[in-house]
Structures are given as C-alpha cells and as structure tokens.
C-alpha cells in the first residue's frame, strides 16, 4: 500500500510499517501544502494519507475521495509507537475514502 505522511507525522514511523511503500510529504516538495491542497495532490497517487492533524475531518470535505484517511492520536514519536500494532490493523482493512482516526488509549 502507498501510505504518504503528512508533514506532522514522525518519520521514524516508517520502519514500523515495513510492509508498506511510505513516502514523506516533504519528499514530495509538498510540505507547504495545506491540508485541502494536500489531499488534492495525493488523491489517486498514494492509497492512504497519515496524519495527526486531529481538525482534518472538520476543516476538509471528505465526501468522494479515493485517497483513504488515517489520524494518529499525537504526533510525538514515543507516544505513536504505542499504537503501531492498532495502526498496523487499520492499514490492513482500510478501503478506498475511508476516514479512520486510532483512538487515545
């Protein structure tokens, strides 16, 4: 699955997810994109969208997207590795526009 991170979510994230194809926002020359911007640009060109923007889903008009969403609870690295194994299942299951936010634990 082609995941992009957001500028918010912590890099070193990445080796937790060795059986996905992540790319980084920044990587992209994306990482001055708004939130609506960003969407835009990944929309047909990744499967999932990582983020820990926790306003997304109310600052965005999600209806119709392709592009799947996933919201971390945080985006401090320590605090995200406890949720490695609910994001691992997330990913598993996650269908085209959907929009999944990982609960605070």
Do not use: C, S
């Not at 918010?8 to 980084?24: A, G, I, M, S």
């Amino acid at each position: 699955m082609k995941v992009l991170f957001d500028v918010n979510t912590p890099h070193p994230l990445r080796r937790h997810l060795p059986e996905h194809e992540v790319t980084f926002a920044q990587d992209m020359g994306w990482a001055e994109l708004r939130n609506g911007d960003l969407i835009h640009a990944a929309e047909g060109r990744f499967d999932v969208l990582l983020t820990a923007d926790q306003n997304l889903r109310y600052q965005q008009n999600l209806r119709g997207r392709v592009l799947a969403i996933v919201v971390l609870p945080t985006n401090r690295l320590r605090e995200v590795l406890r949720y490695v194994d609910d994001l691992r299942r997330v990913l598993a299951a996650i269908k085209p526009g959907d929009f999944v936010e990982i609960a605070r634990k």
